[in-house]
C-alpha cells in the first residue's frame, strides 16, 4: 500500500498562514488609511477621540406628542431646547443633551479651515427613541428651536454642526436680541447634531 505523505499538506498550511497573517498585520500598521481604502471606512475614531468630545451629559428629559422645552445651562450660556407638538409623530422621546470640549474644539479649527476664529460655546443634542438610538431625519416632521444666551454671542458667529473630525456644516442662525455682551441667538435643527458656535479672534493661528 502506498502511503500519502503529509509534507505537501503542511507546507501549503504554512503559506496560507503567513500570507493571512501578512495581510491583517499589514492592514493594522497602514492605520485607518488603508482600512479606508479597502472599503472599510471611512473609519471613526468614536466620540471619546473626535474633537470637542460632546460625551458628558448634562441634561435629559422625556417628552410626549404635546412637545414642550429642555432648558439647561453648559458652562455659563444658557440652552432652551423646544420641541413642537407632534414633532416627532406618537411615541415619546428622549432628548440629551450633552456639554463639549470646548478646548479640544478650538484645537481643532484648523483642520476645520477657520484658522482666525475661537470657540465660543457649544452643546450636543440627541433625539433618542425607545429602543435608545437616535432617531433618523425623515422622522422630524417639524423643526425643533434651540436657543442659546451668553456672553460673546453678539459679536460675528457662525454656528457649526460637527459632522466628524475635519467636517462641519454651518446652520442658519437667528439673531433675537443683544444687550451689551449678552445675546440670544436661535437655530434649528431636524435631528441629533453636535453644535459649536465660533466668532472671530485676532489671533493668528
Known amino acids: 500500500m502506498q502511503t500519502l505523505s503529509s509534507r505537501p499538506c503542511v507546507r501549503s498550511f504554512r503559506s496560507i498562514c503567513l500570507a493571512l497573517g501578512a495581510t491583517t498585520l499589514g492592514m493594522l500598521t497602514s492605520g485607518p488609511a488603508a482600512l479606508a481604502a479597502g472599503g472599510y471606512g471611512p473609519v471613526s475614531p468614536g466620540p471619546s477621540g473626535a474633537p470637542g468630545g460632546f460625551t458628558k451629559v448634562v441634561a435629559t428629559k422625556s417628552f410626549g406628542a404635546s412637545g414642550g422645552a429642555l432648558k439647561t445651562k453648559v458652562g455659563a450660556?444658557?440652552?432652551?431646547?423646544?420641541?413642537?407638538?407632534?414633532?416627532?409623530?406618537?411615541?415619546?422621546?428622549?432628548?440629551?443633551?450633552?456639554?463639549?470640549?470646548l478646548a479640544a474644539l478650538d484645537h481643532a479649527l484648523p483642520r476645520l479651515g477657520l484658522r482666525r476664529a475661537?470657540?465660543?460655546t457649544g452643546l450636543g443634542v440627541a433625539f433618542l427613541g425607545s429602543s435608545g438610538a437616535k432617531l433618523p431625519p425623515h422622522r422630524f416632521r417639524r423643526p425643533v428651536r434651540i436657543i442659546l444666551e451668553?456672553?460673546?454671542?453678539?459679536?460675528?458667529?457662525r454656528?457649526?454642526?460637527?459632522?466628524?473630525p475635519g467636517k462641519a456644516r454651518p446652520?442658519?442662525?437667528?439673531?433675537?436680541?443683544?444687550?451689551?455682551k449678552?445675546?440670544?441667538?436661535?437655530?434649528?435643527?431636524?435631528?441629533?447634531?453636535?453644535?459649536?458656535?465660533?466668532?472671530?479672534?485676532?489671533?493668528?493661528r
Open 150 to 157: 451668553g456672553a460673546g454671542l453678539s459679536q460675528s458667529l
Open 118 to 120: 475661537r470657540v465660543i
Open 77 to 101: 450660556d444658557r440652552f432652551d431646547v423646544s420641541l413642537p407638538a407632534h414633532a416627532f409623530g406618537s411615541g415619546r422621546v428622549e432628548v440629551e443633551v450633552t456639554k463639549p470640549n
Open 171 to 180: 446652520l442658519r442662525l437667528v439673531r433675537l436680541s443683544s444687550i451689551g
Open 182 to 204: 449678552l445675546a440670544r441667538i436661535a437655530i434649528t435643527v431636524r435631528g441629533s447634531e453636535d453644535i459649536f458656535v465660533v466668532g472671530t479672534s485676532h489671533k493668528h
Open 159 to 164: 454656528v457649526l454642526d460637527l459632522l466628524r
